[in-house]
């Protein structure tokens, strides 16, 4: 019944919350036998085969869960996650976009389609979605630290850096935060800083 099939979807969820994917699995697995077009266990079990590092089996099954919900925006930018993680950037980027284009303040949306676009050489583009992520959030600490490692590979060191210092402003314990920042004041030759910024990365590194 669609009761029973909703307290099964509960101790799925519960069961993935904790962390426990076998058993998060095995429920949704056991819902979509039952019901083979029920999203939720669709879209969630292509979670749960991202989260374990199967990308092949997460782009098969998230792209199905697309194809019952066009609208859901976490789907849409998962089944960019699943590109991405299969090396499938300019797979990932019409995905990352329409999820985008129906969820416009989408934080961690532009941060992913900035990462996309970085990883096809197209610096200007991501450093214009870093700017949307930063612009929407900046209180976000992770926004920053990316926006960071763009502009430093794009070779604007004095910009990433101020990018980093933004990041540990928001949370001065942000380890990778530390450790951009010892890059940028690496790349810029001012090395006693940078020595300096490494032994506070390593410091903070959990």
Request: aromatic residues 8%.
């Amino acid at each position: 019944t669609p009761a029973q099939l909703q307290s099964l979807l509960q101790q799925g969820i519960a069961h993935h919350r904790a962390g426990r994917l076998p058993e998060a699995l095995a429920a949704y697995t056991r819902i979509r036998a039952v019901s083979p077009r029920h999203f939720d266990a669709m879209h969630l079990a292509g979670v749960v085969a991202l989260q374990q590092g199967r990308a092949l089996d997460a782009i098969e099954l998230l792209t199905r869960a697309r194809q019952l919900n066009p609208a859901s925006a976490p789907c849409a930018m998962r089944l960019g996650l699943a590109c991405m993680a299969a090396g499938r950037a300019p797979e990932a980027e019409p995905h990352f976009r329409a999820a985008l284009a129906q969820q416009p303040d989408f934080v961690e949306g532009w941060n992913n389609l900035a990462y996309c676009l970085k990883a096809q050489d197209r610096l200007k583009e991501s450093v214009e979605c870093h700017e949307r992520a930063t612009a929407l959030d900046p209180q976000n600490a992770v926004s920053w630290y990316n926006y960071g490692l763009t502009l430093s590979v794009y070779g604007r060191t004095a910009d990433a850096l101020a990018c980093h210092d933004r990041a540990l402003a928001v949370d001065p314990n942000y380890a990778k935060a530390h450790f951009g920042r010892a890059q940028a004041l690496q790349q810029s030759y001012r090395v006693e800083e940078a020595i300096a910024a490494y032994d506070r990365f390593l410091a903070h590194e959990p």
